[in-house]
């Protein structure tokens, strides 16, 4: 399902048919749930916005209302089963909208995405974004007050939007090409004096001198005769600088880095062949680089770098699929994977490359193949049984021992970022992951590795958590905090903002924990790490109410992600069904080896004691004893079920009861 504001109110299905939405009422009251933007709007606040004198049976008509959206927007609901799109909240109703479903709230995060890109792709992006345009925005409801801020918001953020790509398109050399649409843009909009001059400056750019000075004077003109003003400072002083061609009007003066970017990539493109083995090399680097920019940059950077690997394979050259695949030694610190398929197709790629590279040769390589196939083969040790002989962590293995005996500290930086992906192979590892962190930390002081020296730190924290140092977690969230703003690393805070709700969760009351994760989970909107979004905030909620005792109750319609299989069976007890949670822990598997392995088992043991369950008592046990020392979950450095300890000793009486 799909909604439109962006234009007049619109609806349309997964096969891009339009909805029905009957009358003006309907669209209004879908109008407004989706100005709301996902919150509730109590029936008395409806009632107020649709009528200026609402009549007798106002209160019967917007439930009609709602009842017929429903109908229209969940056409194959069985009678009776609670909706899952148009809800029924407290003393009113919420459209739960999901953030990809809404033209307008796609053009603000694309729009957002594009702040620190290329000029070339932010031109692209950007005119994506205004293409999503279909008119004024809420155009059927313009008149009601209740629409008249959202409306000058998305209009302002679209007026905004069309100068950006103005900019983007001059500093990747096409002044020309800015300005037929800026010409539109200041006719429709003749008080924008930031569009006025863009205009004269692309077109002073395109070598219509003559031309950059009409414009400026015509803006004079109009901002006099229709506001009564005289233009400020900075449009008299561009018409001053074009009349004395100002240096810095010329788009190579000063080189900035947009203008940099916009010549170096030009040169490429004319002096390397298209077809050039260097092309893939060079864009494999790029991806490297592109993946730590932020959400848009990681999501581009994951497909892109498949493409060159997949490309550089073709060419049926090993040592060159080698290095396109060993260059991008991007830190990763997170062991549920964002893109499975992607991953297995990566991993699949360096096995084959490995086996076709000339023995006794390229070690180098190879120990970056291996680090590549223990990276991206995160959360894949076998949940149950020994693990010392899988292969991820045996490739995390030789490529450490590789790159210790050529002495190479990137790769062994790399290596040892292997090495911590899969030092997972049980519970109550931390102080292995801390020395590994420690090692990384040093090496890449040392050696100028910003990233992984941001790495280290993150690693470190999440080790400290575990082991309930707050005062060294937050040395080192303070320390990549630092690090992240020096070198432009957004996706850092995901991280450090989420420890610091944990760290509010084992030092402040409930309700004040409860805020700063759903404050923190804002930060994940757009980081393009759906392999640590989906399902975490709700499984941060759950494990800290049932830390503090209170009762666990749960929305039918809560999204658990991939943590479902541990989390329903603690649901099930909780609402009194305990024969069936007894039987689906029975049936369970174990949960992944990964950061949250001792969070999801004592999730298990909690369920099992309140049942009854022995069996899964005594497998929690076993499971959980390594880590007795630990808190269980703030090895993520992000949740915790408070310390294991507790969990045993619980485990333990309920068994000796037994």
Same mark, same amino acid.
């Given at each position: ?33 989706? +100005? ?15 009528? /200026? ?31 899952? *799109? ?8 919420? @459209? ?26 932010? +031109? ?16 059927? +409801? ?6 008249? $801020? ?5 209009? /302002?953020?679209? !007026? ?37 001059? !863009? ?25 006099? =005769? ?6 400020? %400072? ?51 680097? *790029? ?25 550089? =394979? ?41 086996? *076709? ?18 990276? =991206? ?63 990384? @930390? ?48 957004? *996706? ?28 923190? $989970?804002?930060?994940?909107?757009? $980081? ?33 992600? %991939? ?25 369970? %598997? ?69």
């Amino acid at each position: 399902m799909e909604f439109g504001v962006l234009g007049p109110v619109a609806a349309w299905d997964d096969t891009g048919a339009p909805l029905a939405l009957k009358g003006p009422r309907h669209r209004a009251v879908l109008a407004r749930l989706l +100005v709301a933007r996902r919150r509730v709007v109590p029936v008395a606040r409806l009632v107020a916005d649709l009528w /200026e004198e609402p009549p007798a049976d106002a209160v019967s008509a917007v439930r009609t209302f709602v009842a017929g959206l429903r109908r229209s927007l969940e056409p194959e609901r069985p009678p009776r089963a609670p909706a899952r *799109l148009l809800v029924t909240e407290g003393p009113g109703y919420a @459209l739960r909208a999901d953030h990809d479903s809404v033209d307008a709230w796609r053009f603000e995060r694309l729009v957002g995405s594009l702040a620190h890109v290329p000029p070339t792709e932010a +031109v692209d992006g950007l005119g994506s974004a205004l293409e999503l345009w279909r008119g004024p925005a809420y155009a059927d +409801v313009a008149e009601e007050p209740w629409a008249r $801020a959202e409306r000058s918001r998305l209009a /302002e953020l679209r !007026l905004t939007a069309v100068e950006r790509r103005a900019e983007a398109r001059m500093a990747s050399g096409a002044a020309a090409e800015a300005v037929p649409d800026l010409d539109a843009h200041v006719a429709e909009h003749p008080w924008r004096e930031d569009a006025w001059q !863009l205009l004269a400056l692309a077109l002073y750019r395109s070598g219509r001198q003559t031309d950059a000075l009409a414009v400026l004077r015509r803006a004079r003109q109009l901002l006099r =005769e229709h506001l009564g003003v005289d233009p400020g %400072p900075r449009l008299n002083r561009m018409e001053e600088d074009v009349l004395r061609h100002a240096h810095h009007l010329d788009p190579g003066f000063g080189d900035s880095a947009a203008q940099v970017w916009a010549r170096a990539t030009a040169a490429y493109e004319s002096v390397v062949p298209s077809r050039a083995r260097a092309r893939l090399e060079s864009t494999a680097g *790029l991806m490297r680089d592109l993946a730590v920019t932020g959400g848009g940059g990681l999501e581009a950077a994951r497909r892109h770098r498949l493409a060159a690997v997949e490309a550089a =394979e073709q060419l049926g050259d090993p040592e060159l699929t080698a290095r396109v695949i060993g260059v991008h030694d991007v830190p990763a610190l997170w062991t549920r994977s964002d893109d499975v398929h992607q991953s297995e197709r990566l991993v699949g790629a360096a096995e084959r490359t490995l086996g *076709l590279l000339p023995p006794g040769r390229h070690d180098a390589a190879r120990a970056r193949l291996l680090a590549t196939i223990a990276v =991206e083969s995160r959360g894949a040790l076998p949940p149950e049984g020994p693990a010392s002989d899988a292969r991820p962590l045996r490739a995390a293995r030789q490529a450490e021992e590789i790159a210790r005996r050529l002495g190479d500290a990137p790769l062994l930086v790399f290596a040892l970022n292997g090495r911590f992906m899969q030092a997972f192979e049980h519970t109550g590892l931390a102080a292995r992951r801390d020395r590994i962190g420690a090692e990384i @930390l040093s090496l890449a002081a040392r050696n100028s590795l910003a990233t992984h020296e941001v790495l280290g730190h993150l690693i470190r924290l999440q080790a400290r958590c575990a082991r309930a140092d707050l005062v060294g977690a937050d040395r080192h969230a303070e320390a990549a905090d630092a690090l992240a703003a020096r070198h432009e690393l957004p *996706l850092v805070t995901v991280f450090t903002t989420g420890y610091r709700a944990l760290r509010t969760a084992l030092t402040e009351p409930l309700p004040a924990a409860e805020s700063a994760y759903r404050a923190a $989970a804002t930060t994940l909107t757009g $980081a393009g790490m759906p392999g640590l979004e989906s399902g975490l905030l709700p499984l941060a909620l759950l494990c800290l109410h049932v830390r503090h005792g209170v009762s666990v109750t749960a929305d039918p319609h809560t999204d658990w992600g %991939p943590y479902e299989p541990w989390v329903r069976p603690l649901l099930l007890a909780h609402e009194g069904r305990e024969e069936e949670a007894v039987q689906l822990l029975r049936t369970v %598997p174990a949960p992944p080896r990964d950061h949250l392995a001792e969070a999801l088992w004592c999730l298990l043991a909690h369920t099992a004691t309140k049942v009854g369950d022995h069996p899964t008592m005594r497998r929690a046990h076993t499971a959980l004893a390594p880590a007795a020392g630990e808190l269980a979950g703030a090895g993520s450095g992000l949740l915790t079920l408070g310390p294991v300890a507790d969990h045993l000793d619980t485990l333990a009486l309920g068994l000796r009861r037994s």
